[in-house]
């Protein structure tokens, strides 16, 4: 039953990046349909609250399916610090990878 439980966390966490990517997209197409503002030789784009609103989700997705990858996946290799030190290669390069990843 664990495995059909982790497949479906990891549904969910590609699903939460690819609505974050959807959203981070839709935040750059709102932006660019701002208003150019150029004073003498500075040339800027007016900030539009959609694209700010759109990039905050996308970056909440994100940060929420990071800490959740990280808290499912991570707990099992940190957790017991016995299990850790018999490890496999391949766990501690996972450790590893994910203390770097933070």
Known sequence: MARVEAVIVCI?????????????IEAE??????RHLRVLF???????HQAYRLGIAAAVLL???H?????LGGCTCICSRDNLHRSSANRLMAVITLVISW
């Open 63 to 65: 940060a929420l399916s």
């Open 42 to 48: 500075i040339e800027c784009k007016e900030p539009v």
């Open 12 to 24: 969910l966490i590609i699903l939460m990046d690819a609505v974050a990517g959807i959203l981070g």
């Open 29 to 34: 197409k709102a932006q660019n349909h701002g």
């Open 67 to 71: 800490v959740i990858a990280n808290l």
